[in-house]
């Protein structure tokens, strides 16, 4: 097995995929939180189930061109709220949250809906890059022999 075998077989390709939404999405939520006060401003989010249908449909496709393996490239596609450029950048296509809490500035904005999905997104980061770290600590012992 070559060592590229190593890093885009398993879970890796699919975690990696995870945190680099999350990344995206937190320059959205945070620019959300900026412009708190501007008027007129619309608060703009991808949408995480979406994201995880998306998600589930690549690592089917990648499940079946693999014969069940579950190696290879995750082709994310750009059926969803995130696109993965070649370069391995990632676009999202995010929505207007319409919060229908329109105030008199003509702002629409839930703050508290705004720290919950600062939460949110701060845990799924976490959960994926630590889930990475994990793998890949598993991969240093197995290469160094020292299970």
């Not at 999405?25 to 959300?32: K, V």
């Not at 994201?51 to 690592?59: E, L, P, S, T, V």
């Given at each position: 097995m070559s060592i590229q075998g190593l890093t885009?077989?398993?879970?890796?390709?699919?975690?990696?995929?995870?945190?680099?939404?999350?990344?995206?999405?937190?320059?959205?939520?945070?620019?959300?939180?900026?412009?708190?006060?501007?008027?007129?401003?619309?608060?703009?989010?991808?949408?995480?189930?979406?994201?995880?249908?998306?998600?589930?449909?690549?690592?089917?496709?990648r499940r079946q061109g693999a014969q069940g393996i579950g190696t290879g490239p995750l082709e994310v596609g750009s059926r969803g709220p995130m696109r993965q450029l070649p370069g391995g950048e990632v676009v999202l296509d995010p929505s207007?949250?319409?919060?229908?809490?329109?105030?008199?500035?003509?702002?629409?904005?839930?703050?508290?809906?705004?720290?919950?999905?600062v939460s949110e997104n701060l845990l799924a980061f976490r959960a994926a890059t630590e889930l990475m770290r994990n793998r890949f600590r598993t991969i240093e012992l197995a290469i160094r022999e020292r299970f």
């Open positions: 885009d077989g398993g879970a890796i390709p699919a975690l990696e995929a995870m945190a680099r939404f999350s990344a995206a999405r937190q320059r959205l939520i945070a620019d959300n939180v900026a412009n708190l006060d501007t008027p007129g401003y619309t608060p703009l989010d991808a949408d995480p189930e979406a994201f995880q249908a998306q998600m589930g449909r690549a690592i089917d496709e207007a949250l319409n919060e229908n809490l329109l105030f008199h500035d003509k702002n629409d904005r839930n703050l508290e809906r705004i720290m919950q999905d």
